[in-house]
């Protein structure tokens, strides 16, 4: 094992042991690539004493994360931890002259350029296949894959947690709050779930999508974001009874004041492909000015799918190392080109409007004089019989595509109307 390549890891957490657990069964695809060979020679985790479901050999399991970092055997720091630490770690392994395999989807966004920097300084490599859509390769294929492509545009179902609950309330086996607390007690959710339910989590991966297709240097802050907390199950009727289905989408495209970025649930035909991705499944459609459209799908996380992408990017750091390369991180410096992320405002949408008005003469007029205000066409109505306990009826208004910011005022100006209880729910529309 001389020529093995020393890997220290943090954390042993699942995926870390999903990893170790690859890369000691090493499946056919591994063994006919004979430099693929790896050593686990350090491991730091919170409790060495605690019973695992993998076996290492003695003296690699230790406490101190300094153990990997100053350990000149490990040429390859593994990070799994998602540790507040983390960036910290991954930072000084880099320094160290080390290469930085990582799932850490939160560092890569916020800290991406700095550690990208660091790495092409000290002729090492940073890798993250693994901090988007689990076992799907979509980085890798951005990087290399669609190289030769100007990518157009790139929608996401990017976070499983939502994904189930969307999926769920779909099938009609409850509202958000119940649905929740399954997927929390189902272990895809976390016992705090705002990051997922947010859109956070699916931002920062946008963030990082967007880096590679579109060179920009944005972070998730910069883009906007809009959970799912607000779905109620009759926007999910509303939104099948008008041939569509609703989806948390983290969506990039070009637009004419930079790249177009955000987050948000989105109303999508019935019969396409995104709407047809359930439970904690993630997909990725990519337009490419050559090869057109792609689409990505499979397990955004778990153990094994997570793992995989991490074995991936070790194998593919040991095929550069018996290559000579030194690090492939160039193409991570965003220079004089960066793009940056456009305003919402500017945007131009299809809407789904849905509002409880009263039963009365004019209701509509006063709102589709307020839409029209702002040049925004009504495509179509959807009005239902009073609501017996009291005065007021849902009204759906869906329409043409209008300026995002145009349909804010309007929105703020139907909010103001006393026939209107309880404001207006948006619902963004997409074709994709």
Do not use: W
């Given at each position: 094992m001389s020529d093995a390549i020393g890997i220290g890891m943090i954390g042993?957490?699942?995926?870390?042991?999903?990893?170790?657990?690859?890369?000691?069964?090493?499946?056919?695809?591994?063994?006919?690539?004979?430099?693929?060979?790896?050593?686990?020679?350090?491991?730091?985790?919170?409790?060495?004493?605690?019973?695992?479901?993998?076996?290492?050999?003695?003296g690699v399991v230790v406490g101190d994360v300094q153990q990997v970092l100053d350990d000149p055997s490990v040429q390859v720091v593994v990070e799994l931890t998602g540790a507040a630490p983390a960036y910290e770690w991954i930072r000084a392994a880099l320094q160290a002259g080390k290469s930085v395999v990582t799932a850490n989807k939160a560092v890569i966004a916020l800290h991406g350029a700095e550690l990208f920097d660091i790495a092409l300084a000290k002729g090492v490599d940073l890798m993250f296949e693994a901090s988007v859509a689990g076992g799907i390769p979509i980085i890798r294929s951005l990087r290399n894959g669609l190289v030769a492509n100007r990518v157009e545009s790139l929608h996401g179902i990017l976070n499983g947690t939502t994904n189930y609950m969307l999926t769920r309330m779909t099938r009609g086996e409850g509202d958000y709050p119940e649905i929740l607390a399954d997927a929390q007690a189902e272990g895809y959710a976390e016992p705090d779930p705002t990051a997922d339910v947010s859109g956070a989590d699916a931002a920062s991966k946008l963030?990082?999508?967007?880096?590679?297709?579109?060179?920009?240097?944005?972070?998730?802050?910069?883009?906007?974001?809009?959970?799912?907390?607000?779905?109620?199950?009759?926007?999910?009727?509303?939104?099948?009874?008008?041939?569509?289905?609703?989806?948390?989408?983290?969506?990039?495209?070009?637009?004419?004041?930079?790249?177009?970025?955000?987050?948000?649930?989105?109303?999508?035909?019935?019969?396409?492909?995104?709407?047809?991705?359930?439970?904690?499944?993630?997909?990725?459609?990519?337009?490419?000015?050559?090869?057109?459209?792609?689409?990505?799908t499979g397990a955004g996380a778990g153990k094994m799918p997570t793992a995989s992408a991490v074995v991936s990017d070790l194998v593919e750091l040991a095929e550069r190392k018996r290559a000579g390369a030194t690090t492939s991180i160039g193409d991570m410096i965003v220079g004089d080109e960066a793009a940056r992320f456009a305003s919402i405002e500017d945007a131009e949408i299809r809407y789904f409007l849905r509002m409880q008005v009263a039963d009365q003469p004019g209701v509509l007029e006063q709102i589709a004089r307020i839409l029209s205000a702002q040049h925004i066409s009504i495509a179509s109505v959807l009005?239902?019989?009073?609501?017996?306990?009291?005065?007021?009826?849902?009204?759906?208004?869906?329409?043409?595509?209008?300026?995002?910011?145009?349909?804010q005022q309007a929105v703020q100006a139907i909010d103001a109307l006393p026939l209107v209880d309880g404001g207006v729910r948006l619902i963004r529309m997409e074709a994709a």
């Open positions: 042993l957490g699942t995926v870390g042991t999903g990893a170790v657990q690859l890369l000691q069964d090493a499946p056919a695809a591994m063994r006919r690539r004979r430099h693929a060979e790896f050593d686990i020679r350090r491991v730091a985790v919170r409790d060495p004493a605690k019973v695992r479901d993998v076996t290492l050999a003695d963030a990082i999508l967007s880096r590679i297709a579109f060179q920009t240097t944005g972070t998730a802050a910069d883009i906007y974001c809009e959970g799912i907390e607000r779905i109620e199950s009759s926007d999910i009727d509303f939104a099948r009874e008008l041939g569509y289905t609703i989806k948390l989408l983290a969506i990039a495209r070009l637009a004419p004041g930079g790249v177009e970025a955000r987050v948000h649930p989105v109303m999508l035909p019935q019969d396409s492909q995104l709407a047809n991705i359930h439970a904690e499944q993630n997909a990725i459609k990519v337009v490419g000015s050559a090869v057109g459209t792609q689409v990505f009005q239902k019989e009073r609501d017996l306990q009291g005065g007021t009826v849902p009204l759906v208004i869906v329409t043409h595509e209008a300026r995002e910011r145009a349909m």
